[in-house]
């Protein structure tokens, strides 16, 4: 019987994992639909400024309860923290501004691309070395990139290039978070880093203030309440189960956004998105797959 017990449990574990990155899945697809929505009454700053206030009001709860238990909150590494917000301001608001002005589904298509190019951030940062594998999928996942863009039979729109400039951004932003990791509690850096998006966010927005239409009010506040439900299922599946387990089901973001986007918007992607989104996914599990092998 003890011998059976393990790979119940850890059946269990994998079981939980999964379902939290489906709950993850979900969230970033209606968040998206969201966004869209909002971008008819509000620009791309005053919808991200709104989200992480939002999302920051969501979190104090969590923040009041760690210091409770801890004594303290924790900032030794207070750069790392502005540097984190920062370039999640600037990923987010890319991904904003992509989501605004062209298909959702082809937006976290090119998104997929943020585990290869955490290969590079991580080099550049970290002082980490790749294996010749994850070069090999990192150029198989930028084919898988040209498949969605078409250069040459379709023009390369600038909301293309956001889409995938936040996931550079992206990738910069997970590697301030694994460095802080170090350090500081999960609770701790999730809710400094959207209190310095908030008042990043808030700069901009002073210049031109004024407060969202009565009409984009209930949009404002389920776009926080799905973004942070989808970050926190997001950790909550990482934590649970080897990454190598939960992440292929992180693909079901594509016909999640697909449904969102063609319920609310009539929009549907083209075949070549379908195909270079599989090619870039495979290409990053590869290489989740690898980095989980290693450790």
Not at 118 to 141: N, P, T
Request: proline share 4%; hydrophobic share 55%.
């Amino acid at each position: 019987m003890s011998v059976a017990d393990p790979p119940a449990e850890s059946r269990n574990s994998a079981i939980r994992g999964i379902a939290w990155m489906v709950v993850s899945g979900i969230g970033y697809s209606i968040n998206a639909g969201l966004v869209k929505q909002l971008s008819a009454d509000l620009n791309t700053m005053e919808i991200v400024f709104w989200r992480s206030f939002v999302a920051t009001i969501i979190l104090l709860p969590f923040l009041f309860k760690h210091i409770g238990d801890t004594g303290r909150g924790s900032l030794k590494n207070w750069h790392l923290f502005l540097l984190r917000g920062l370039f999640t301001y600037l990923a987010m608001g890319a991904t904003y501004f992509a989501l605004a002005n062209m298909p959702i589904a082809d937006v976290y298509a090119l998104q997929f691309t943020l585990p290869l190019f955490m290969i590079l951030a991580a080099i550049l940062f970290l002082g980490e070395k790749a294996r010749m594998g994850s070069w090999v999928a990192c150029i198989i996942g930028f084919v898988g990139t040209l498949i969605i863009l078409r250069p040459g039979f379709e023009t390369i729109t600038i909301a293309a290039l956001a889409a995938l400039a936040s996931a550079v951004l992206y990738s910069c932003t997970n590697v301030f978070i694994k460095k802080l990791s170090r350090t500081e509690s999960t609770t701790t850096i999730t809710v400094f880093g959207n209190l310095v998006m908030v008042v990043i966010a808030l700069i901009p927005l002073l210049f031109s203030w004024r407060l969202p239409p009565t009409q984009t009010i209930g949009w404002v506040i389920a776009l926080g309440v799905f973004t942070t439900a989808g970050q926190w299922a997001l950790a909550r599946a990482i934590a649970t189960a080897d990454a190598r387990i939960v992440w292929p089901f992180d693909f079901l973001r594509m016909p999640f956004t697909v449904g969102v986007g063609y319920v609310m918007f009539g929009q549907l992607p083209g075949l070549w998105t379908w195909v270079g989104a599989v090619v870039i996914f495979g290409a990053a599990y590869y290489v989740i797959r690898e980095e989980a092998a290693v450790r």
